[in-house]
């Protein structure tokens, strides 16, 4: 079963906005409040999965440089689900977009995180 499903992504333009969700379903990510919870996005053509939002058990949040000020990462753990607004979207953030999960604490590195979603992509068109 789907640990993690994300939806809400398609295609606008450059300077829109989208909000992507990602809620966790299944007796993996259990508690999901002691999970920290990010945003990956792989461009088109590359392998690599870059981190674009963390936030952890606290609250806390981390982006960065490219999306600061424009992406805006929350969850709900009432409803398991987990958000990220992109605002002043631009033509460089076209990408599939990714949720993860790790207990506790985040991490920069894809490979530290063992619960994935499918991805939801984004375009942006300039």
């Known amino acids: 079963a789907q640990v993690l499903m994300e939806s809400g992504g398609g295609s606008v333009q450059a300077g829109g906005s989208l909000r992507l969700a990602c809620t966790a379903s299944?007796?993996?990510?259990?508690?999901?409040?002691?999970?920290?919870m990010a945003w990956f996005r792989q461009a088109p053509g590359e392998e690599r999965r870059d981190r674009v939002a963390?936030?952890?058990?606290?609250?806390?949040?981390t982006y960065p440089s490219a999306v600061a000020g424009r992406f805006t990462i929350s969850r709900d753990n009432a409803k398991n689900t987990l958000y990220l607004q992109m605002n002043d979207l631009r033509p460089e953030d076209t990408a599939m977009y990714y949720c993860?999960?790790?207990?506790?604490?985040?991490?920069?590195?894809?490979?530290?995180?063992?619960?994935w979603g499918q991805g939801t992509r984004v375009t942006v068109n300039s």
């Open positions: 993860a999960a790790r207990p506790y604490t985040g991490s920069l590195q894809a490979r530290d995180y063992a619960a």
């Open positions: 299944g007796a993996t990510i259990i508690p999901y409040s002691s999970y920290s």
């Open positions: 963390r936030i952890d058990p606290d609250g806390d949040t």
